[in-house]
């Protein structure tokens, strides 16, 4: 009795994953690319050839995708480790929101490439990145000021700088004259 549940609960994250990929135009090597596995393992996965996947890893890079909580698949199970949503990243998942985007519609905003690093943020297992440049395209993207978004890089940065073993209090002056230079030439920047 236990294998035929089993059976039934991969069936439906399998049929689950099958019609979110069609009812959003999703090409398998896109979605593969955007959870960090192999084209191979989506047709796996979808023709249920393999199990339906346990890692929360990837779990967890499905649910953000699909724009739903990791809970929703049967074989997830919530880590020992809780996974930290930050301000910033609250913050873009409400302008996603107010711009009336799907998460598949702005993780195609972004290069290829880019798009794993962008769902991890999304689901709070990576920070927004130190690089400003970086940064100010999530900025343009979301059609968000540069000033407004300076200010989580900044704490983002300092962020950074503390657990680098920087000491910003006794490094106050510096610390401030460096920002302050910083947030000159982000203002004044194209």
């Excluded at 407004?148 to 900044?154: L, P, R």
């Amino acid at each position: 009795m236990a294998t035929k549940n089993n059976s039934l609960m991969k069936v439906k994250s399998s049929e689950m994953l099958y019609n979110f990929l069609e009812k959003n135009n999703l090409h398998k090597k896109d979605f593969a690319q955007m959870i960090g596995v192999t084209l191979s393992y989506v047709y796996n996965l979808i023709d249920e050839t393999i199990p339906f996947s346990t890692r929360s890893t990837t779990l967890e890079r499905i649910a953000t995708v699909m724009d739903i909580k990791p809970e929703e698949f049967v074989e997830y199970k919530i880590p020992q480790d809780p996974i930290m949503i930050d301000e910033t990243t609250e913050f873009i998942k409400q302008k996603i929101k107010d711009k009336n985007l799907s998460t598949v519609q702005f993780l195609k905003s972004f290069p290829r490439k880019q798009r794993l690093e962008i769902v991890d943020i999304l689901r709070g297992a990576r920070p927004i990145p130190l690089d400003w440049e970086a940064v100010k395209v999530i900025a343009q993207i979301l059609d968000v000021s540069k000033e407004e978004m300076y200010d989580f890089w900044e704490n983002r940065f300092r962020q950074f700088l503390q657990y680098s073993g920087f000491n910003i209090e006794n490094n106050k002056e510096l610390t401030n004259t460096m920002f302050e230079c910083i947030r000159n030439y982000v203002y004044k920047s194209a």
